[in-house]
């Protein structure tokens, strides 16, 4: 059907006379293609202390945005003391060796940006003062005792609230069954860790881990490079270094499971919340391009399969996302669906998902029109997505943690377009595996435990708000 | 080390230009050749304060049957036409209490096909349209509100205030009203409550990004000049109806601890003491220093969260206090602290320091939150529809820029009074826990109406 006869097959339908009728308008010319992203051009310089300084210049506006990465974050905490990495950055705000608690609240405030330990965004004339308050609070901390006691209650207090939203166990329950107790990304922080990290802890790991050799500053928008660079070294430059830089990675995960769904019981619930999914390779995979492209056409959002199942042609949920998040080029990503569904339709919900998951991995390769749409939601809209020294500033900071270097994104760029579709077909056939797939489900068991037994999608079991197994 | 800045940065406004159509639609350009992107925003004058009773959630009903075709775009296409171009759009649609905001950020090649869809669906909205697709919104609107409201603690505590403040006439509904209405309301129904708002003369076109003014005003004229002007559209005008203090209990099954909000009428987005009620808010939980944090979480560590701000509407706003209990602090203790500490605001003027503090902030964050071009669209958009002058928000910065400690005791004086709502939220069950049981309360359950409840 054409769409003038659409036209009037809708006016018909409805009985709309008048304005309804409405003028066949002719198209405007076809755009011409947007133009090839480039990512900005960096500018790197290491320090002699070995604080390595990347720099994007643009005077588009009067604004700097700055980030400090330090190397490995929180996968760094020790086993049992998960959390002393928030706190020790928690605490870097709470005075330094020069300005007392109040002091230092006071001399952020009086520069109207919020100037934090892992970075800022200012006006340019404000930033040698934010760099200097971020330099104190990073090479000087205090960590007055007073104040773990504070922040450990506060941090307790917004985890507990975080509770209330049934997303927080579920993604803590899939964690702990993807990657195990042994793993540091199946690890988080509880009441019980917190308990355990002391002064001395976040003091002595501090001194031993936030060094200048382990530190990345980025900065982007109305500077110089050597400006820039010549500030850091006036902030930075009596940091002083102690021994290598770390280079931090997480191990690979553990062997997948049989596919398993994990209910943990929350009462009352008018939605389920599904976590579902498995590991997945590294950013460095030779095919993880055309991973990132199946990724987008099976669950990134309107236009891929699973918003066309389930919220275009069924209503069962608002939305739908399962694609690759990635971490560091050598770490393992988490390959995860997750969608908050209507809790009297789980098991249908579930049912279409699983559907459309062995369909991906068995039945139905990704067409060239998906591909194409897949390329176009990945690579091919990094203007609009990058638009803002903000989003550009993290981008590197990303690029930095995750060790893939300041030319990643070009790369990426020809990767996602490279990528054939059949290629893309078996980058999903690969690494969406249908047989091994942890489904964890947040939800009213009294009304969804038997429909979902009864489905037979696969074996429930009962897990704790840590994902233990319970019966 | 470090002084303390003197001077609040200035903010320049964007530049923009402003065309009226003869249809009344009002073009806002504002260039900026950074980057080959260009973010479009098409602005309704219609929120669920235009619903009345039998109406609610409509407006949002609009909104997503917007996206489900029009003349030249079949349903879906506006998406993916957009997405396969390289375009993106953090929610394609918003709907609030006052206005309905479509935007997208494209390819500044795909301005033109862009403008065109935008135009098509103005043209003559809501009839080319297959009507089974009203059950698809509905499906998703009711998943949307079950996400958003019904499955978080406390979910319908800010319809539930307004209701409070602002009184059971035209209260400032929540925009994902109950789906009541949603789910009776015919096609026809629909259209014959969205249709008169969706004209040109109640709407505003913004761009920002990447063209030539000339031929970008050139194609808005192509493409919207020949849609006809409708009926001249009013909207309701909110004010305050409470009388005295109000002490409600609003309980929650999903809710695991308690919170105390203390809720009073503020102002709407053009009232020149709006300013002034930020500032207050930053006065009383700006940084540590500040009265509220202070007192609660450091002197007397009773809360593990505080935060005074004031919400602005279109022409009523709130200006709340909210509070979570450290542990198991009874709420009636934070109360308290809370009373003794407006009381000395209302006593005694802020320090010129805790002034200056608020107004860089306010100035830093005009500048640094107008990166992003579709948050220029919107902003520009904005003042325009709600204030005449797309420019609003800096001669705002420039007014709060002015303030003196004086002004802000008188307007904590004129608005922190006795009439006010102290909203209890309490797990379901634990009555014991509200602040002060000793004084009477309602109960949100029984006095709010169906179209608040969820």
Redesign the interface.
């Known amino acids: 059907m054409n769409?003038l006869t659409?036209?009037a097959f809708?006016?018909a339908?409805?009985g709309?006379g008048g304005?309804?009728?409405?003028?066949?308008?002719p198209?405007?010319?076809?755009?011409?293609?947007?133009?090839a992203y480039a990512f900005p051009k960096v500018q790197t310089q290491t320090l002699p202390n070995g604080l390595v300084v990347h720099v994007i210049e643009?005077h588009?506006?009067?604004?700097v945005a700055v980030r400090a990465v330090i190397e490995g974050g929180s996968l760094v905490d020790p086993a049992g003391k998960e959390g002393l990495f928030t706190l020790d950055t928690l605490l870097l705000r709470d005075g330094t060796t020069?300005?007392s608690?109040?002091a230092l609240?006071?001399?952020?405030?009086?520069?109207?940006?919020?100037v934090a330990p892992s970075g800022f965004?200012?006006?340019t004339?404000?930033l040698e003062?934010s760099l200097?308050?971020m330099g104190?609070m990073l090479m000087h901390p205090a960590f007055p005792a007073e104040a773990l006691d504070?922040r450990r209650?506060?941090l307790?207090?917004?985890l507990?609230?975080s509770?209330?939203?049934?997303g927080t166990p579920a993604n803590r329950i899939w964690s702990a069954v993807v990657f195990g107790p042994d793993h540091p990304l199946g690890r988080v922080a509880s009441p019980t860790t917190l308990a355990s990290i002391t002064i001395d802890d976040i003091s002595r790991f501090h001194a031993e881990h936030v060094r200048p050799q382990n530190v990345t500053l980025v900065m982007v928008g109305d500077i110089v490079p050597a400006s820039a660079m010549a500030l850091a070294m006036k902030v930075f430059s009596g940091w002083q270094r102690s021994g290598e830089r770390v280079v931090v990675n997480a191990p690979p995960a553990p062997a997948p499971k049989p596919t398993t769904i994990y209910l943990f019981d929350r009462p009352?619930?008018?939605?389920s919340t599904i976590y579902l999914g498995q590991a997945g390779p590294g950013r460095s995979a030779a095919d993880a391009y055309a991973l990132e492209v199946a990724s987008f056409v099976f669950g990134g959002q309107?236009?891929s399969r699973l918003w066309a199942q389930l919220?275009?042609r069924?209503?069962?949920?608002?939305?739908i996302t399962h694609v690759t998040f990635w971490r560091g080029a050598n770490d393992p990503s988490r390959i995860l669906g997750f969608s908050?569904?209507?809790a009297a339709k789980t098991d249908s919900a579930l049912i279409v998902w699983m559907n459309e998951l062995k369909e991906l991995a068995t039945g139905r390769a990704p067409t060239e029109q998906e591909v194409?749409?897949g390329r176009?939601?990945t690579a091919?809209?990094l203007?609009?997505?990058l638009?803002?020294?903000?989003s550009i500033a993290n981008q590197l900071a990303r690029m930095t943690s995750d060790h893939v270097g300041m030319s990643y994104l070009d790369g990426y760029v020809r990767g996602v377009y490279a990528a054939t579709p059949a290629e893309v077909g078996r980058a999903a056939a690969h690494y969406f595996d249908p047989a091994h797939t942890a489904i964890v489900i947040v939800g009213d068991r009294k009304r969804i435990e038997a429909p979902l037994r009864e489905a037979n999608i696969a074996p429930v079991v009962i897990v704790d708000a840590n994902g233990k197994v319970l019966q | 080390m470090i002084a303390g800045a003197q001077k609040a940065p200035s903010v320049k406004p964007l530049q923009v230009t402003r065309v009226v159509l003869p249809n009344g639609l009002v073009a806002l350009f504002n260039e900026d050749h950074s980057s080959p992107i260009v973010a479009v925003g098409v602005w309704y004058h219609v929120g669920a304060k235009d619903e009345r009773s039998g109406e609610t959630g409509l407006a949002h009903l609009c909104e997503h049957m917007m996206f489900e075709g029009s003349p030249n775009v079949a349903p879906g296409e506006f998406q993916s036409t957009i997405k396969v171009g390289g375009g993106n759009s953090a929610a394609w649609g918003e709907t609030s209490e006052d206005r309905t905001f479509y935007y997208e950020t494209v390819p500044s090649t795909m301005l033109e096909t862009t403008l065109w869809m935008e135009s098509d669906r103005m043209m003559t909205p809501f009839t080319s349209m297959d009507t089974s697709r009203l059950a698809a919104a509905r499906g998703a609107i009711r998943n949307e509100r079950l996400q958003r409201i019904e499955n978080r603690p406390f979910g319908s505590a800010e319809s539930f205030a307004a209701y409070v403040l602002y009184g059971p006439d035209h209260p400032y509904r929540s925009p994902l009203a109950p789906m009541t209405d949603v789910n009776t309301a015919s096609f026809s129904d629909m259209r014959r409550f969205c249709a008169p708002y969706y004209v040109p003369n109640n709407a505003v076109v913004a761009l920002s990004g990447d063209f030539e003014l000339k031929s970008a005003q050139a194609m808005v004229e192509k493409y919207f000049g020949s849609i006809k002007r409708g009926a001249a559209v009013t909207h309701p005008v909110m004010r305050p109806a409470v009388t005295g203090e109000r002490r409600v209990v609003l309980e929650d099954p999903r809710g695991r601890n308690p919170e105390l909000r203390i809720v009073w009428p503020g102002v709407g987005f053009g009232d020149p003491d709006k300013g002034t009620l930020r500032a207050l808010a930053s006065v009383l939980t700006g940084n540590r220093r500040s009265g509220l944090v202070k007192a609660l979480v450091y002197d007397r560590k009773l809360v593990s969260y505080v935060l005074a701000a004031h919400f602005d509407n279109e022409n009523g706003g709130f200006f709340q206090i909210a509070a979570i209990p450290q542990g198991t602090t009874p709420l009636g203790a934070i109360e308290d602290v809370i009373d003794s500490v407006v009381k000395a605001t209302i006593a005694a003027e802020p320090s010129e320091a805790q002034l200056r503090r608020f107004k860089n902030a306010d100035a830093d964050t005009a500048i640094t939150t107008l990166q992003a071009r579709a948050a220029r669209v919107d902003t520009l958009a904005q003042g325009q529809s709600w204030a005449g002058d797309p420019i609003a928000y800096a001669k705002q910065v420039d007014a709060t820029a002015k303030l003196t400690p004086a002004e802000v005791q008188r307007i904590a004086t004129k608005y922190l009074t006795s009439s006010r709502l102290v909203l209890s939220m309490v797990p379901a069950g634990k009555l014991d826990l509200i602040s002060k049981p000793e004084r009477p309360h309602d109960n949100a359950a029984t006095i709010m109406p169906a179209e608040v409840k969820r």
């Open positions: 769409r659409q036209v809708a006016v339908t409805l709309f304005p309804a009728v409405a003028q066949a308008r198209k405007p010319p076809s755009p011409k293609p947007a133009p643009d588009a506006l009067p604004l020069r300005l608690g109040d609240a006071d001399a952020i405030s009086d520069l109207g940006a919020s965004t200012t006006v004339d404000q003062r200097a308050i104190d504070r209650t506060g307790l207090a917004s507990q609230r509770e209330g939203q049934p009352g619930l008018s939605q309107s236009g919220r275009d069924r209503p069962l949920t608002y939305g908050n569904v209507d194409a749409f176009s939601v091919g809209n203007a609009a997505r638009e803002t020294f903000d």
